[in-house]
């Protein structure tokens, strides 16, 4: 790490405490992404007993392409538009769909076998899951490991993003 600060004219460690403050968050997010896949293909009780189980692999298929093709679109893009405009979308549409399925879940009725999404509720909800897979995967998802390859210095970048990439295990 010391080479980190000799490289750094400011004698400062804002690679290491930007990577800190990129990755783990991104790591939560992943997280929040694949818990959202997940329930697509295994639909939690609350989801279950909203729509017929039947559809959870057509939802996990959709799911899948949907998050590939936005993170082509993102790699495309990623020059042109640049980095913080990107991110900001996807973080503000994040932050919306997750609220838009708080909102959904909030709304559970109890039912014999479980929690139940009556109503709209159930599809509003698997929207904004997929929605959320949309936003993450067209900017948080494939920006990180970008920023990442940037903000080290080529002396230690290897070492660095061997650290960033197991703190993503954690």
């Not at 996990?60 to 590939?68: L, P, W």
């Amino acid at each position: 790490w010391r080479s980190a600060r000799r490289c750094n004219p400011l004698n400062r460690r804002r690679p290491t405490a930007a990577a800190l403050a990129c990755r783990p968050s991104s790591s939560v997010t992943s997280r929040v992404a694949r818990a959202a896949a997940q329930a697509a293909v295994e639909p939690p009780k609350v989801l279950k007993n909203s729509m017929p189980l039947a559809n959870a692999l057509a939802i996990s298929v959709v799911t899948g392409v949907v998050n590939i093709l936005v993170t082509l679109v993102a790699i495309a893009l990623v020059d042109r538009i640049g980095r913080r405009p990107i991110l900001m979308t996807g973080s503000i549409g994040m932050a919306l769909s997750l609220g838009t399925m708080a909102l959904a879940f909030s709304q559970a009725t109890a039912g014999a076998s479980g929690p139940e999404l009556t109503g709209a509720w159930g599809p509003i909800a698997l929207v904004a899951a997929t929605l959320f897979v949309v936003f993450f995967g067209a900017s948080w998802g494939p920006l990180v490991w970008v920023l990442l390859g940037e903000i080290f210095p080529n002396s230690i970048r290897a070492r660095a993003l061997g650290v960033a990439a197991a703190a993503q295990w954690i």
